[in-house]
């Protein structure tokens, strides 16, 4: 495989022809916030919070779905980029009800994790307070759109890894939600094997172990690229 | 000696499932980051309610000042949305009028004759409108949260660790 | 079909249509079957077969005629004199027009409703794309190839190579119709360029703007020149599968594309050996679901693999990776629709009209606060006070000028004082609106501009497809603050967050929807701030337009 | 013309008490209300969630009790799930609850009460406050604050790193409990036991001087409501509801908290948000079904306490009442409390020598089995209930709180009606009057500050309405 170099704040690097730029910038020790980004997973670019800038183009790229490129001078870090971060997330924090104190991921959440780190500490715009339902329906899990940001993990790993595709998202825009089956209740899903892994990608508490109570779920991804190494290069991680 | 003695005491009272009554602990939040981005030495602590042993912590050793940071209620219209700071007055000056609850001054009262300290105090207060069940803030109370750099621009330089009297 | 065969069938339909001493032509596109012009064409035929005329005299449906708001037309043609148009038609007239034109009666109810042949409306256009769709029936391929229609595939098959069709569209200048104006001659290049086991074309009629219907009208009035242009960058950039994109909403297109798809292939117009040439190429139909976003290129492909019509993000471009990842090109149907004409009359006869940058002619669909509204086909460079003013009338009662809205929720508006300057992409962008699709509304000084903002914003939020957060969330805020901006509700605080917020979401958006959403506001509040001030600072709405509220 | 002061009350959220005092026509007092306003909003804030959130969500909106709210959602929720949790997890969660009884009682008895028991109602009021109380009694403000530590040391050894997530859950509790911790708290122990023995000499000693408070602070019969084990001993827990009238006859002596709503109604007033709970079988009218609950009601009601020291205690205590009847005066809420803390103590001791505790096996697991969870316990206030109303996936569609404040509600009225009966004269509002209303409601340590932050805060707004209506007097103390 070929290799590119390319700047990244100010350091020369070089990087595998094939890789994301978000990649790239990892490797470097460089911490940039993600949400719809997860190893092992197809890529998104909607959340849109690892944007970089590049020299010489007036657009900023979204890192994760923006493969690396000879020359490339990227900045990572700006005072214009973490501001538009922040705003990101408040908007995503005022789209639903996400009420951390009673909520299972209070503390493991990445959605917190991520507005704490951008320094978030209020929310300009107007919270929406949707007036949303819970599906309890499944024996073993709870899907909250509450807490839901729409990164459609749940989505990809169903559909990718599963093979299932139970999950799916209908509606559109700000009607947009995170359905089961043909949007029938989960429990009635035929499809849905119950294998949890949907659960397990969700960043926040939209989907969570029934009986779970407040911080009590902590999510693993490992569990990914262990499942998907063993399939594709038939690598067997036994730890 | 000086060294020893600076560490900031951030005291936060409000309940963050009341809305803006939440305002003083995330404003706390605010400062205590600001405050150790600046290598400042800073203890916070974020209750429900006052109670007397945080007293006790008060009268710390460690401790050079103290910051309450509370929610202050404002009329639905007013015009005083700025986060507001005043300093509280030692202990033995504060009207004899008051009630029994745990304010600030009665805490500085009980470090003060519980264990003979009376560290530097400041109220820093968040104005409030809206207490209904639920997280976040009204438009009022966070716009006075995003301002919280104009805030401490406005305070002496500083502030809080500023030497209150050059002393023995 | 080959050449020979092309013309005799031409020459014997030019025949046919010889033999009557009138003909009576009743626009059938939409907006005159929608006042009416279904029961004025039956009146025409059966005051014809009354007078047992058939043979001297034919009724014919045909395709757009222009001023839509004066529909039904009916257009008058006799052997050698000029074409009279008459505007509002109903049945009673339908039936006076006959009484003059056939049976050669007086009838002065016709007085006065007879369009100018020398009126501005007409005189000021360059009909291009549309010089045909008033006189052919879009129903019958004869009356298309009677006009010359598949001359230029059948040019392009046997004389040119494909590399030489794609320069000759360089060499016209034409650029994109849909909005972006991205050369077009380029695009084929890449598309012919890039390699692939399997290639696409792909005609977008995914038309979203509100007001706009330049691509329906298009596929309505004339869908064959559509057909034949797909054919001709089929050829040219290699493809032998087509695809028409059709917005849901318009069935009548959809019907007469699929009548028009069916008639070339029975002719060996499309389909297997086009022409009795080596080359293939099928159109297919696909019908979208009423959603905006499918009019972004990447989402459109997504619905037409039968996915969710969500955008994905660019690079890979189509040209490289499209359709199930095979290179695939897509343009607007309007550009398809000028294909024809550059092949058959000449990259150079094309480049001679339009400016230095931008040539030909562009379609719009004049609306709102003017005298003649309707569909309009002006050379690209034409001031904006010729078309307000000239082709449109200007605005009636008098009253001023205020704004033109151009590109409709990705665009913006020019204010009064650029009247004069040439409608061309970069003059557009440079004062902060966009050619766009073709949407043009007039606006007179009883707009609240505010409120137009809010209205472009909420089409905008309701079309979001929800991927990507400032988008989906985005819009809805931003929304919220015009709402409160036009009710009396807003501070300057919330302007300003208003103006952070419109900049976040037009640089971190994934599709153009969400990167063009903010363009209203921005436009408005470059020319109109002092209206947004109003509404904050004095509770008041300049145009008399928003109701205010309560003072809080 | 009647003296008027108005200041414009402008108070954090609700939970300001408004008492309005109504005159008859010969200017005697009618009738005495105290109003309050509570717990809007909060059943519709929990509808709609699954009732695992229950017990972080309830622990958070009340400040003052947290562990006692925690406590009751998580009976509930037992109730739904329809398990017997491990018995490690049932001792677990006792000694949580006695915890907080140490330092809840601690609070209001030396922090909140201390400055009138200790200073006297007339004393002048600017040394009678809490800075007068800690500058003439220092070691016992310290003492004070070293018992409540005392309590929140075992309260964040359970209750893990903070108070936030629920540590009681559905079918038991989240973390066992570090063997490392028994000792620290056996080694605290002592302290504790001495600390509450001084104040109850304390308290001893000056019930002379309180006299006649003793006997015009809410001293009326009433009913008493309360939990026993099932052999009639003090309980806090966990039990059986048991109903004592005023004579001290146990009317009801043991029914299932299940069945709760057998005895108790709830009546609704327009002057109040809070509710007005009734002994149902004696019906709302005229307060025939009043009844008082909380530490007096508890001490009442039980036939012993089932600790040594305690069970001594409240022999003495039993002396109080007349003529072997209840002890009806609620100035001995205060001494009823410090019994209980010592009853806490002396369970607390028992609790950390049984093996159980540290058993690593807290917690059962189930789904959803009964539509329908009740869960009772006696929070330092008195009884508190939770009941919630589940769909079959456990989607909570009903919650319905009596808080211990609300079961005391009537008793509250009642007693402001004395006290103004006692001290009002003509329309003046005297200093003597609010202290003691103040002091009066105080002594049922109610839980307005479900809402408000500040511990104990009420600001008081007293007001004198006239037999038409009109208020001649009015007055603010916040």
Request: glycine fraction near 10%; charged fraction near 25%.
């Amino acid at each position: 495989m070929s290799v590119v170099t390319l700047t990244i704040n100010d350091k020369l690097v070089s990087a595998q022809a094939d890789k994301s730029l978000l990649r790239a910038i990892k490797d470097q020790g460089i911490e940039i916030p993600t949400l719809c980004h997860l190893e092992g997973l197809s890529e998104r670019g909607g959340c849109r919070l690892c944007m970089v800038e590049m020299q010489g183009s007036p657009r900023l790229l979204a890192s994760c779905v923006t493969p690396v490129q000879e020359g490339m001078v990227i900045t990572t870090h700006s005072e214009r980029l973490t501001n538009y971060r922040r705003m990101i997330v408040e908007l995503l924090l005022a789209e639903r009800n996400h009420i951390c104190c009673g909520c299972v991921m209070n503390g493991n959440c990445e959605l917190q994790s991520v507005a704490a780190k951008l320094g978030v500490d209020h929310v300009r715009y107007d919270y929406l307070c949707p007036d949303l339902p819970m599906d309890a329906s499944h024996e073993r899990y709870v899907l909250d759109h509450n807490r839901c940001i729409l990164c459609s993990r749940c989505n990809r790993v169903c559909d990718e890894v599963e093979g299932a595709h139970t999950l799916d998202t209908a509606g559109r825009g700000i009607d947009s939600r995170v359905i089961t089956g043909m949007n029938q209740p989960w429990g009635t899903s035929r499809s849905c094997t119950g294998c949890g892994k949907c659960v397990q990608v969700c960043p926040t508490g939209a989907l969570f172990k029934k009986g779970a109570t407040a911080s009590e779920m902590v999510k693993q991804h490992d569990f990914l690229l262990w499942i998907l190494d063993g399939r594709d290069k038939k690598i067997w991680r036994w730890s | 000696m000086a060294d020893r003695r600076r560490m900031i005491l951030i005291i936060a009272y409000g309940n963050s499932l009341r809305r803006d009554d939440g305002a003083g602990l995330m404003l706390a939040e605010i400062l205590e980051r600001i405050w150790k981005e600046r290598n400042l030495k800073v203890h916070r602590e974020s209750v429900h309610q006052l109670t007397p042993e945080l007293a006790e912590l008060m009268a710390g050793d460690a401790i050079s000042v103290v910051i309450f940071v509370d929610t202050r209620v404002i009329p639905p219209g007013s015009d005083s949305l700025r986060i507001e700071a005043s300093r509280l007055a030692s202990p033995e000056d504060f009207s004899p009028g008051m009630g029994h609850h745990m304010g600030p001054l009665t805490l500085m009262a009980y470090a003060r004759y519980l264990y003979g300290k009376t560290p530097d105090a400041w109220l820093v207060t968040v104005p409030g409108i809206d207490f209904d069940h639920g997280e976040g803030f009204s438009d009022a109370t966070a716009g006075a949260l995003s301002k919280v750099g104009d805030f401490l621009e406005a305070m002496p330089r500083n502030w809080p660790l500023v030497e209150s009297s050059p002393g023995p | 079909m080959n050449r020979t065969e092309l013309y005799a069938l031409a020459q014997s339909e030019l025949d046919r249509q010889q033999k009557f001493r009138c003909r009576l032509l009743c626009c059938a596109s939409t907006p005159c079957i929608s006042s009416g012009g279904l029961a004025v064409q039956e009146a025409l035929k059966k005051a014809i077969e009354t007078d047992g005329l058939q043979a001297e005299v034919e009724a014919v449906a045909t395709g757009c005629m222009g001023p839509c708001s004066r529909g039904p037309l009916v257009t008058v043609k006799m052997e050698g004199k000029e074409d009279v148009i008459y505007e509002n038609v109903t049945p009673e007239i339908a039936e006076k027009i006959v009484d003059k034109h056939v049976r050669k009666l007086s009838a002065p109810e016709l007085e006065g409703r007879a369009l100018p042949s020398d009126w501005p409306f007409f005189v000021k256009q360059k009909k291009i794309v549309l010089a045909d769709s008033g006189t052919i029936d879009p129903e019958k391929l004869d009356s298309y190839i009677a006009r010359g229609g598949y001359t230029a595939l059948i040019h392009a098959l046997r004389e040119m190579s494909p590399e030489e069709v794609c320069e000759e569209i360089v060499r016209s200048g034409i650029r994109g119709r849909g909005g972006a104006g991205y050369p077009t001659g380029l695009k084929w290049h890449m598309v012919r360029k890039a390699p692939g086991e399997r290639k696409f074309v792909v005609a977008n009629g995914d038309e979203g703007d509100p007001g706009a219907y330049m691509d329906r009208t298009l596929m309505e009035s004339d869908p064959h020149r559509v057909l034949e242009g797909m054919a001709i960058a089929g050829y040219a950039v290699g493809a032998d599968q087509g695809y028409i994109y059709v917005r849901g909403e318009y069935p009548l297109a959809a019907k007469r594309l699929e009548r028009a798809i069916k008639a070339a292939e029975r002719k060996g117009m499309l389909g297997m050996r086009v022409m009795e040439s080596n080359f293939n190429f099928r159109i297919d139909i696909r019908m979208g679901a009423g959603a905006f976003v499918c009019g972004e290129e990447t989402a459109l492909m997504a619905s037409i693999m039968g996915r969710r019509g969500q955008p994905v993000p660019r690079p890979p471009y189509p040209a490289n990776k499209g359709l199930w990842g095979f290179p695939t090109l897509i343009n607007n149907v309007e550009t398809f629709g000028n294909i024809a004409a550059i092949i058959g009359q000449g990259a150079d006869w094309y480049a001679s009209h339009g400016t230095e940058k931008s040539k030909g002619a562009k379609i719009f669909a004049l609306a709102g606060k003017v005298v003649n509204t309707g569909l309009i086909e002006v050379p690209i460079g034409i001031t904006l006070r010729e078309i307000v003013y000239d082709i449109g009338g200007g605005i009636p009662g008098g009253r001023p000028f205020k704004a033109a809205q151009t590109g409709g929720p990705s665009g913006g508006c020019i204010p009064a004082e650029y009247l004069d300057t040439p409608i061309d992409y970069e003059t557009l962008q440079k004062l902060g609106s966009i050619m766009g699709s073709g949407g043009l509304i007039v606006m007179d000084d009883q707009s609240c501009m505010p409120d137009v903002a809010k209205f472009f914003m909420e089409f905008c939020m309701d079309e979001s497809c929800g991927k990507c957060s400032p988008c989906r969330a985005g819009t809805v805020q931003m929304h919220r603050m015009l709402d409160k901006i036009t009710k009396g509700l807003a501070t300057m605080d919330d302007l300003a967050r208003l103006e952070e917020l419109c900049l976040m979401v037009k640089e971190t958006s994934l599709c153009g929807l969400g990167q063009t959403a903010p363009n209203p506001i921005y436009s408005t509040l470059r020319y109109f701030r002092d209206e947004y001030e109003a509404h904050i600072k004095e509770h008041h709405c300049p145009a008399g337009v928003c109701q205010m509220a309560a003072k809080p | 013309m009647a003296k008027t002061i108005v200041i414009d009350p402008v108070t954090r959220i609700e939970g300001h008490g408004k008492i309005s005092i109504h005159l008859d026509q010969d200017g005697k007092v009618a009738d005495a209300r105290f109003h309050v306003t509570e717990f809007r909003g909060f059943e519709r804030f929990c509808e709609g969630r699954t009732f695992p959130e229950m017990p972080g969500i309830t622990m958070r909106i009340c400040g003052i009790c947290p562990v006692s709210h925690m406590l009751a959602s998580a009976k509930a929720c037992d109730a739904i799930v329809g398990v017997s949790i491990p018995p490690a997890a049932e001792k677990l969660r006792r000694l949580i609850n006695h915890a907080q009884y140490v330092q809840s009682h601690a609070l209001s008895f030396f922090h909140l009460s201390g400055p009138d028991l200790l200073l006297g109602m007339e004393s002048d009021p600017a040394a009678r406050n809490v800075v007068g109380l800690i500058q003439q009694h220092p070691e016992i403000a310290r003492s004070g604050i070293r018992l409540r530590q005392f309590g929140q040391e075992i309260i964040r050894m359970l209750g893990s790193k903070s108070v936030h997530p629920p540590w009681a859950v559905p079918g038991g509790v989240r973390e066992p409990l570090n063997a490392e911790n028994l000792n620290e708290i056996s080694r605290k122990l002592p302290e504790a036991f001495e600390i509450t023995e001084i104040a109850l000499d304390l308290l001893k000693d000056r019930y002379e001087k309180f006299k006649p408070e003793t006997e015009r602070y809410g001293d009326f019969p009433s009913l008493y409501i309360g939990l026993v084990t099932p052999d009639g001993g003090l309980e806090h827990y966990d039990g059986l509801l048991r109903v004592m009238d005023a004579e001290g006859r146990i009317i009801e002596p043991g029914l299932h908290t299940d069945r709760y709503k057998e005895i108790i109604a709830e009546a609704v007033e327009t002057w109040s948000y809070l509710k007005f709970p009734y002994y149902k079988p004696a019906g709302y009218e005229n307060g025939a079904g009043l009844y008082r609950v909380g530490p007096l009601a508890r001490l009442n009601i039980c036939d012993f306490a089932g600790t040594p020291r305690a069970d001594r205690e409240l022999r003495q205590f039993r002396r109080l009442g007349v003529g072997g009847r209840p002890v009806t005066s609620s100035f001995h809420y205060h001494y009823a409390r410090l019994i209980e803390i010592l009853f806490a103590l002396e369970r607390i001791q028992e609790l950390i020598q049984d093996p159980d505790v540290t058993s690593d096996h807290v917690r059962s697991h189930a789904g959803v089995n009964r539509p329908v969870g009740i869960g009772i316990m006696e929070a330092p206030r008195g009884t508190l209930i939770h009941e919630y109303n589940v769909d079959e996936n456990g989607i909570i569609k009903k919650v319905n709180l009596l808080v211990a404040t609300g079961n005391n509600n009537q008793a509250m009225n009642k007693t402001v009606r004395q006290i103004a009966e006692a001290y009002l004269s003509g329309n003046d509002i005297s200093e003597g009057l609010l202290n003691r209303v103040e002091h009066g409601i105080r002594l049922y340590d109610p839980c307005l500050s479900c809402s408000t932050h500040a511990v104990g805060q009420m600001p008081l707004h007293v007001q004198i309405v006239d037999s038409n209506g009109e208020v001649v007097a009015e007055r603010f103390r916040d």
